[in-house]
């Protein structure tokens, strides 16, 4: 029965890591998966995060039950408020449902199994670039391959707003749409205040349904409520819509699968109906979320002391990202390899799209054992004041062979 099997491609981002792991090199940097380190490298459990979970530890009272399908609720109620803000008016009218999700992915897998289910074969359209899971996720929940819309130029390292709204403009009346809520991965560029209320004119006119993605809110700027921005802008709007939420990168809770989907309704009418059929949909699958980092983000969230402390250790790793990106632009002026740098500094969130071809990454990796994805895609997170020297003279090299 296993015959017909074809082996599937590696995934893009997830065998840099493997391959990472492999080189015996001691000179290896992993600039390919967007992971939060500290200036030695290493991976960094957040002291609110430690906090919580020994308290936990050492509470008789801790048990390791069942959540509900629908996951925590204390968890969700402070999840949907982070998003969407204390003020959300879908939050006060009611129209919101909220379910806990495994991180990010989860979210949109979750999202989109119900779009599937009880929306219809509706179309989606991704961005070009984009985190390139999007493109596996849609089809596997069951709805058609994913479409591109126009987003980036190369050129001018800018948003292509005008060809993005070209593309939003002609798509087919209904279709959902994936945005970026905030730090696009992998471009680090993202439309501005105007821009947004040009994407929401358009997403209104062809009704299309919007589908945020935010899995690094906090981190683009520092600031959750500025990185919320274009997610309220549009829930604010009142239209149908769906809000992903994840806190791998700014709890820095990768691996405990934490996050969030938010479906918000135009009318609270159909709300127990939707609520109930994706807690269905969840028992289908894997029948109820995982507790352990929910808990944590609950008391996190529900606390205002923990809350302000979250938001000190988030500018701290947001901070640390960008001195790395003025260190590397700064090693690249100095060192003088060929090209403006500015780029680098100007992205924001976790990565910085180089500009690097695919060539020039393969011989970075084969020559310097410096590990990035083949877009040319570095994580920022990823360099520190040992490394960025390095990394700068392998990419004047690369640039100059
Ligand atoms: N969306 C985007 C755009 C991402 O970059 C990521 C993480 N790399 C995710 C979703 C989901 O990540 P996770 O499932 O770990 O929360």
New binding site residues.
Partial sequence: IFDRVKEAPPDP?LSISAAYRADPSPKKVNLG??AYRTDDGSPYVLPIVKHFEQQFANDPSTTHEYLPQDGFTNFNYHSARLILGHDSSALKEERVVTVQA???????RIGFAFIANFIGNRLVYIPNP??S??RNVVPQAGLPPTKNYRYFEPNTRAVDIEGLLQDLSIAIEGSIVIF?GC????TGADPSKADWQRILKVVKSKKLVPFF????QGFASGNLDTDAWSTRLFVESGIDMFV?Q????NMGM?GE???ALNVILSSSGPVTAVKSQLKQLIRAMYSNPPLHGARIAAAIMSDKESFRQWEMELEKMSARIQTMRLRLRDALNKNGAPGNWDHIVNQIG?FSFTGLTSQQVAFMRDKYHIYMTSNGRVSMAGLTESTVDYVADAIKDAVES
């Fill in positions: 981002i998966v967007g495994l991180s990010g992915t989860g979210a949109l984009t985190w899971n999007h970026h730090a696009h991965n992998p993605d935010n899995a690094y992903a994840s806190y791998a990168k990768y699968r934490v996050g976790m």
